[in-house]
């Protein structure tokens, strides 16, 4: 299957949300792509129509949704209703979707050194589109990522404010993901 969807689709930040307020305040932003992190079989339907007539990207993360199966008749329905990408931390997940055609993100958590190297394995295993390091303030993680790595790179997580947002781009990060609708507009 053919994807649609290019790293330079997502622009500079990344609204990532969790309530439906929330989702309501990313479908009104300038932000492209919206990160449900709490997606619900539910709600699915609604969240896509919305999501597509507001022209935004809805990826979801799929480690935490409810009702879907993490497997790949999951991720074929997923592809059928419209969703365009996922976000997961296994590498089982990250290569079923690309299987279906669906573009992946790659979640990380930077603890430690040890966790650099993890993760430039488990890039190599699973091949996903984008990587997304957390928490997004590990500036000199993500410029040693984004050397020994030829994949884009978003940094999620703990970015609270515009100097945080600028200093993870500078680092090379293509993008952000955050929790703050301030920075969606950025």
């Given at each position: 299957?053919?994807?649609?969807?290019?790293?330079?689709?997502?622009?500079?930040?990344?609204?990532?949300?969790?309530?439906?307020?929330?989702?309501?305040?990313?479908?009104?932003?300038?932000?492209?792509?919206?990160?449900?992190?709490?997606?619900?079989?539910?709600?699915?339907?609604?969240?896509?129509?919305?999501a597509k007539a507001a022209?935004?990207?809805?990826?979801?993360?799929?480690?935490?949704?409810?009702?879907?199966?993490?497997?790949?008749?999951?991720?074929?329905?997923?592809?059928?209703?419209?969703?365009?990408?996922?976000?997961?931390?296994?590498?089982?997940?990250?290569?079923?979707?690309?299987?279906?055609?669906?573009?992946?993100?790659?979640?990380?958590?930077?603890?430690?050194?040890?966790?650099?190297?993890?993760?430039?394995?488990?890039?190599?295993?699973?091949?996903?589109?984008?990587?997304?390091?957390?928490?997004?303030?590990?500036?000199?993680?993500?410029?040693?990522?984004?050397?020994?790595?030829?994949?884009?790179?978003?940094?999620?997580?703990?970015?609270?404010?515009?100097?945080?947002?600028?200093?993870?781009?500078?680092?090379?990060?293509?993008?952000?993901?955050?929790?703050?609708?301030?920075?969606?507009?950025?």
């Open positions: 299957m053919v994807r649609s969807l290019n790293i330079s689709d997502i622009g500079r930040v990344i609204a990532a949300v969790r309530t439906e307020v929330e989702f309501e305040a990313a479908l009104s932003s300038h932000a492209s792509l919206i990160f449900d992190l709490s997606p619900d079989l539910m709600k699915l339907p609604a969240r896509i129509k919305r022209q935004k990207k809805l990826f979801l993360h799929i480690d935490l949704a409810k009702g879907i199966g993490r497997d790949e008749s999951g991720i074929a329905f997923l592809r059928g209703l419209g969703i365009e990408g996922i976000v997961s931390t296994k590498v089982s997940m990250i290569k079923l979707a690309r299987e279906k055609g669906l573009f992946t993100v790659q979640r990380f958590f930077i603890v430690d050194s040890q966790s650099v190297h993890t993760t430039v394995e488990a890039v190599k295993a699973s091949s996903p589109d984008v990587i997304e390091v957390m928490p997004g303030i590990a500036c000199k993680v993500i410029a040693r990522l984004h050397e020994s790595l030829d994949i884009p790179l978003i940094a999620g997580g703990l970015i609270e404010n515009e100097e945080e947002l600028e200093a993870a781009m500078a680092s090379g990060a293509s993008a952000v993901s955050t929790g703050r609708a301030e920075l969606w507009d950025k």
